[in-house]
């Protein structure tokens, strides 16, 4: 009876004794199997406490950043302008069977999985950062955007704009920004700002190139593609591989993107800018990526990412400190072809002469 | 009274969406008029400063609204980062900016 007693992790009488009893001769057939059952669940509960303690180091791991894992939180701000709202779907929950929370969630996880295959980063701050993304803000709302912490989704206004979840190159456009913040941190005005930009077009292009398998080749180099209703006569909000050529419609006016550097727009509007200018540097990387051939992300996402966070890359920094950058990055990482490839890229959209 | 409604920024530029609205009082019926000075002087235009709140550092793709009034010689502009937490500003810009869409 004594034995059925010992059912502590920290058992009492020892394994090599209960080994002896279960095996002796004078102990009794229900002695045995007792000091068998005994040792059984000793080995299981030994078992669970080694279980535990991996669980508990995972989950401190985790928690220190040191072990990539996603979590993501998805709100519903039910039409209202108040963030986060409503939680609405967490890390490994089930479908919502709301589109616009579905798509945030699954796009944040493509983009997770993005970095981290690919850069071995983890998460947006490299240390695990939560994703926490809203969703349904405001009425009829025709934006995304990052505020420092969060990514925040409208609606659209179902006239000229679908919802903004619905592209997975706006989602990963918007964490970009997370990345780039906790990085080079370019400041958000004039040319550093379109550089800031054109890396959330650069990487969120990337991340769908890459969830698509895509050889930079086949790539529609579009951002926010599937956005417009039918009403709007256009394909996306920008094109890469062709700056002002996304859209030319009555209502919206025409793309207003330049392609080259005699191009460049002189503003105080939109930060001086920075969502039209950002099509020079963008289309520089598509010149690139495509001159390379291959995956996008083979090298010259590698070349992009390994110079956000080079401490040269100043927070001020222009298009033309980013070019020598990078063209030294190529040289660095791969070579001659690479570096020569990386400086034609930039001479043709005139950053470089 | 001239009041100019502008969204600038956010995560696309759309040349004519994002163009200035401008609407000159004078030129409304009676009720749009007197529903347009309300609004200007609940929200306390004048008065408030001209930069009520910016986006917060690291963000992007922020909106921010700039509603410049004109009066005779008097000029105020007011530029206010989304959300608009200002109930009487945020009815204004709701105001003109549905009176722009239409």
């Known amino acids: 009876m004594m034995l059925k007693k010992v059912h502590s992790l920290c058992g009492i009488i020892p394994p090599y004794m209960l080994e002896s009893i279960s095996k002796a001769e004078l102990a009794n057939v229900e002695g045995r199997a007792a000091a068998r059952r005994t040792l059984a669940l000793t080995a299981v509960l030994q078992t669970k406490r080694r279980i535990d303690g991996a669980r508990i180091s995972r989950v401190m791991a985790v928690k220190d950043g040191s072990i990539p894992h996603k979590n993501r939180r998805i709100y519903t701000c039910n039409n209202s302008e108040s963030y986060p709202g409503t939680l609405v779907r967490s890390e490994d929950s089930d479908r919502s069977g709301d589109a616009a929370i579905d798509e945030c969630y699954e796009s944040f996880g493509a983009t997770f999985d993005f970095y981290q295959k690919i850069f071995e980063r983890n998460s947006l701050d490299n240390t695990g950062m939560d994703l926490i993304g809203s969703v349904h803000y405001g009425k009829s709302y025709n934006n995304a955007f990052w505020n420092g912490s969060q990514m925040i989704f409208g609606d659209g206004d179902g006239i000229y704009f679908n919802r903004f979840t619905q592209a997975l190159e706006v989602i990963a456009h918007e964490l970009a920004h997370g990345v780039t913040s906790y990085t080079a941190d370019l400041e958000y005005e004039g040319q550093s700002g379109a550089l800031n930009e054109s890396l959330s077009d650069v990487f969120g292009s990337m991340v769908k190139q890459h969830h698509l398998k895509q050889r930079a080749a086949d790539a529609d180099w579009l951002i926010g593609k599937g956005i417009f209703t039918n009403l709007v006569q256009g394909v996306a909000f920008r094109s890469m591989k062709a700056p002002g050529t996304a859209y030319n419609d009555p209502h919206l006016g025409k793309d207003p993107q330049p392609a080259h550097m005699k191009e460049f727009i002189h503003t105080t509007e939109d930060n001086g800018g920075v969502h039209k200018n950002c099509s020079i540097p963008n289309h520089a990387f598509y010149l690139l990526a495509t001159a390379l051939g291959g995956y996008s992300w083979e090298k010259a996402g590698r070349i992009w990412y390994a110079v956000l966070r080079q401490p040269e890359l100043v927070k001020n920094a222009d298009f033309v400190l980013f070019a020598k950058l990078t063209c030294e990055m190529a040289l660095k990482m791969y070579g001659e072809t690479e570096h020569n490839a990386a400086l034609n890229a930039w001479k043709q959209v005139g950053v470089i002469n | ?102």
């Not at chain 2, 502008?6 to 040349?15: I, R, S, Y």
């Not at chain 2, 009082?25 to 306390?44: G, Q, W, Y």
């Not at chain 2, 963000?59 to 008097?74: C, I, K, L, P, S």
């Open chain 2, 1 to 102: 009274m001239i009041v100019t409604v502008q969204v600038d920024g956010g995560f696309a530029f759309f040349p004519k969406l994002n163009a200035p609205q401008t609407v000159d009082t004078e030129r409304l019926p009676a009720e749009e008029k007197n529903r347009i000075e309300t609004l200007v002087k609940e929200a306390h235009v004048w008065d408030i400063s001209e930069v009520l709140s910016e986006p917060p550092r690291h963000a992007a793709d922020v909106q921010t609204f700039v509603v410049t009034v004109r009066d005779g010689d008097r000029v105020h502009q007011v530029r206010a980062a989304e959300p608009v937490t200002d109930v009487a500003l945020a009815s204004l810009l709701d105001f003109l900016l549905k009176r722009s869409d239409e």
